[in-house]
């Protein structure tokens, strides 16, 4: 293994002469170190300036003594060797840079291990090469940034987004679906937020989330959809009947003039040119889809969004029960948005409780197995379609963003035609119970 014992050696004398940089050490991940009475003395440290005591090698000795751990780091003799070696303060990022290489290193050495491991007691090879994807993707991109900021150094973020705003009036901050009314309710879909569209199965959430992918991707900026229940063929073919106009039953019949099939050709055309990518992959776990982004992020250098169609197919931690491990995937949701800096939309479905009230509108309460997919999300979408119980009236899917953080919740109604999946805006609808109420 990889030794950096000269480098954490300077690292913690620094701190020991320095307050600022025992801020600095505190704010490197322990596993960076590979001396384990290194990571004791670390972890005194952080202990002592938690609880707002001076940190010098007489503080580490008397925490460490009565916790009778001194002899673990060497006595009293190694601490004192430590603060008499005086290095060079000026030198603390080379001695940083030093003991980050080692510690990737070492990594890439625990990776190689590993994966003899898994060939030497007969890993399937598929398992493997995900493990190894992960292991490879994880050492380009982990650095292990974070860790608290005074407020004010935030400050710089919110005035740039108030200059951009000034000189883009009427500009939205996030990507926009085309949708216009929604997109301004929304202020656009934000890097870093998680956006929640929930329906009862068939009310439309595949053949909407397409729709507002359809301008999202407008942008050029690659965005990954996880079908996790149709293949990727079936939501192509939902983008070319889409973009076409050509019916799904003139599509199924054959049925297709000689105009349908120019339409077609016009259509594939635009959606090759699409940016949206599919994973059409059954089951995947958190793992296997962070993994795939991370993938996804070396390869085109950026996240432009994520759709996840739907989470309660994700595959769960048979070991919990499903309602906490359904709270696990939506946390980590949560955290895939901020760190792939990037809109995540969940595609959710609605529980059926909703076909026992004679309002069959949903509610968040509505939302399948946890209150975490409410909680952690910034918008809530519920679909709603009276002709998917009534098959009557007119063809109006009713949009209710009935959770936004940062905006007012709304109702957005759009005429719908899924014969073809598309989704026509209604600016000035008024649904028929209203007009009934004013009478």
């Given amino acids: ?31 960076w170190f590979y001396q384990n009475s290194h990571k004791l003395i670390l972890r005194t440290i952080r202990e002592l300036a938690n609880n707002n005591l001076g940190v010098d090698m007489f503080a580490i000795g008397d925490s460490l003594n009565r916790a009778n751990q001194i002899h673990l780091v060497g006595g009293m003799e190694y601490l004192s060797e430590l603060a008499e070696s ?3 303060l000026k030198y603390w990022n080379s001695y940083k840079s030093a003991l980050f290489t080692h510690y990737k290193t070492r990594m890439i050495e625990q990776l190689n291990s590993n994966i003899g491991s898994q060939l030497v007691n007969g890993g399937k090879p598929e398992e493997i090469i995900e493990y190894m994807q992960t292991g ?28 951009w705003r000034q000189n883009n009036k009427g500009q939205l901050l996030g990507q926009k679906t085309g949708f216009n009314e929604l997109d301004f309710t929304l202020d656009g879909f934000q890097d870093g937020r998680v956006y929640v569209l929930a329906g009862r199965p068939g009310s439309g959430k595949t053949a909407f989330g397409l729709a507002m992918c359809d301008g999202l ?10 079908s996790l229940e149709m293949t990727g063929k079936s939501l192509a073919k939902r983008m070319l009947i889409n973009s076409s106009g050509v019916s799904n039953n003139a599509f199924r019949s054959g049925n297709v003039s000689d105009a349908d099939f120019n339409s077609i050709g016009d259509a594939m055309g635009r959606v090759q040119e699409s940016t949206l990518h599919v994973d059409q992959t059954p089951s995947l776990s958190i793992a296997q889809i962070r993994s795939r982004l991370k993938a996804a992020q070396v390869r085109y250098g950026v996240i432009g969004g994520v759709v996840i169609d739907h989470i309660g197919l994700i595959k769960k931690d048979a070991r919990k029960s499903d309602t906490e491990a359904m709270n696990i995937i939506a946390d980590d949701l949560l955290r895939f948005a901020k760190e792939f800096d990037c809109p995540l939309v969940e595609l959710c479905q609605l529980n059926r409780g909703v076909e026992g009230r004679q309002d069959k509108r949903p509610m968040i309460s509505d939302l399948k197995q ?8 910034d918008v809530v979408m519920l679909l709603y379609r009276e ?9 109006v899917t009713e949009l209710d963003v009935a959770k936004n953080r940062d905006g007012e919740s709304k109702k957005h109604y759009f005429k719908h035609d899924m014969s073809v999946g598309r989704y026509e805006p209604l600016s000035d609808y008024v649904p028929e119970e209203k007009i009934k109420s004013k009478f």
């Fill in 1 to 31: 293994m990889s030794d950096s014992l000269e480098s954490e050696q300077h690292m913690i004398a620094c701190a020991l002469i320095d307050d600022s940089k025992t801020a600095e050490l505190l704010e490197l991940n322990e596993d």
């Fill in 86 to 88: 005086l290095p060079n």
């Fill in 136 to 163: 490879l993707i994880d050492l380009l991109t982990d650095h292990h940034q974070g860790g608290f900021k005074e407020v004010g150094d935030y400050l710089g973020e919110v005035v740039d987004e108030l200059e």
């Fill in 217 to 226: 991707t407008e942008t050029k900026k690659p965005w990954f959809y996880f």
């Fill in 370 to 377: 946890s209150g975490k997919i409410e909680e952690n999300a």
């Fill in 387 to 395: 002709d998917y119980y009534d098959k009557d009236v007119s063809p």
